[in-house]
């Protein structure tokens, strides 16, 4: 059985293109065209409530260091002046994660800061799917306050259910066999949070595949957000990369990824695995208003399910974690922006709060392992269906930009995606006899790229 926890979180993190005039502190900001405000919040990744008293510690450009303090709330303010910020952040209980912010393209940037607790993200995982059934289990929050938020009314379909104390809710109900051994498209539903005092916050497009899936979910105060209120509350639109990338995506996707490589050159010898992401937030295609750092691996646990089917089995998520953490690593050395890596949308590679416990099982099995190419952290390029891209009934790839592979599995199937690298409906169907190493050298070695 897998668990969403729906984690979505709310109005967090925006960059826009004003400054406030002074700091928390009174300090006057500085009258300089170089100057940023960052706002931090940080936040448990597994839970979404506030680290109080978090630190951060901060190394300007020439080397020196300060320390903020967060309060209960886990929020503090920095004024970063001419250059690249880099910024240590920790709390009792937690692992550092490091980042880093550069003044000059954004006048302001809200930053939620989501730590790793020591002890792991979640105790323990099911990773056994329970044929036809769903668990939806997450963490409701107050949005301003990041506190949990008790008394929330859940409404997942036809389910109901209510947040106890300590802000968690948990629902299970069957689900029709979804088809998608065959190559179909799930039926969805929509998810709703409501509590009076507060704006509702729905989440459309949620795929019925069996597992347990856990989410984060943040309330806003009713009023606090115009837009929320013209809406009839916040609404959110959750994507699946299989299922909802377009072509326009996809070449969207390609471009940015050219443009990121041209502008942030990198040494061909840079193979270090980075240990964190900036991830772009509330997109539209690849120009974000957000952004959420996290660990390299907590990305990858919370973001497969964007893109795999998660009821898929351990062989096809393993091979997904592996390319999907690629992706975003390759991204962090030629970042689409200066204050974010990589966006959350279907114009790069999807993300979103909301986990699935087979793809942390699938992550935590594959953790730290990266797809490399002449010494380097390869771009890892997969589509939904590469069968006859150009090569053949019967094959992957295009025979220019990716070679020809056998893959009569995907016999009769017709393409969808640009044939190069994995193809993600193949990997789930030579999982059922192979592990995912061989799925990836399956895919990969003939373009030259490895497994380390």
Not at 131 to 152: C, F, K, Q, R, W
Not at 222 to 239: D, S
Not at 381 to 407: F, K, L, R, V
């Amino acid at each position: 059985m897998k668990k969403y926890l729906l984690m979505t979180t709310l109005a967090v993190c925006a960059i826009v293109t004003s400054c406030e005039k002074k700091d928390v502190t009174s300090n006057p900001a500085p009258l300089d065209g170089q100057s940023t405000r960052i706002y931090f919040t940080v936040t448990d990744g597994a839970t979404g409530f506030a680290v109080p008293d978090a630190t951060i510690l901060v190394e300007a450009p020439d080397g020196k260091e300060s320390t903020l303090k967060a309060d209960k709330k886990g929020t503090a303010s920095f004024m970063a002046v001419n250059g690249k910020f880099s910024f240590t952040i920790g709390g009792q209980g937690y692992n550092q994660l490091e980042t880093h912010f550069s003044t000059g393209e954004d006048k302001e940037i809200r930053a939620q800061v989501d730590l790793d607790p020591a002890n792991g993200r979640a105790a323990t995982v099911n990773s056994r799917v329970q044929d036809n059934m769903i668990t939806v289990s997450g963490y409701l929050s107050d949005a301003a306050e990041h506190a949990p938020l008790a008394g929330v009314e859940l409404t997942v379909g036809a389910n109901k259910a209510r947040t106890d104390s300590r802000g968690f809710f948990s629902t299970s109900f069957p689900a029709a066999p979804t088809g998608t051994e065959q190559g179909r498209k799930p039926e969805s539903i929509t998810v709703s949070a409501a509590k009076n005092g507060y704006d509702t916050h729905v989440l459309n497009n949620f795929y019925l595949i069996p597992g347990e899936y856990t989410f984060k979910i943040a309330l806003s105060t009713a009023g606090t957000n115009v837009k929320n209120a013209r809406a009839g509350g916040n609404v959110e639109h959750l994507q699946q990369g299989l299922f909802d990338r377009t072509e326009s995506d996809e070449q969207q996707r390609e471009s940015s990824a050219k443009a990121a490589e041209s502008i942030q050159a990198r040494a061909s010898t840079e193979l270090a695995v980075p240990s964190s992401i900036r991830v772009g937030l509330s997109c539209s295609c690849l120009t974000c208003s957000s952004v959420k750092v996290m660990s390299l691996e907590a990305y990858t646990e919370s973001g497969l399910d964007n893109e795999w089917i998660s009821g898929w089995k351990a062989a096809s998520l393993q091979a997904g974690a592996v390319a999907y953490r690629s992706y975003g690593a390759w991204h962090v050395q030629h970042p689409i922006r200066t204050n974010y890596d990589i966006s959350s949308t279907t114009c790069s590679q999807v993300w979103g709060s909301e986990t699935a416990s087979s793809c942390i099982s699938a992550a935590r099995a594959t953790s730290g392992k990266v797809l490399v190419k002449s010494g380097a952290i390869f771009r890892s390029e997969y589509s939904a269906e590469n069968n006859n891209a150009g090569c053949g009934n019967g094959y992957s790839g295009t025979g220019s930009s990716w070679p020809c592979i056998s893959d009569a599995r995907c016999a009769g199937r017709a393409t969808n995606g640009h044939g190069r690298g994995m193809c993600q409906w193949g990997s789930s169907f030579w999982a059922s006899d192979k592990d995912y190493l061989w799925i990836l050298n399956h895919y990969y070695n003939p373009g030259g790229v490895t497994v380390q």
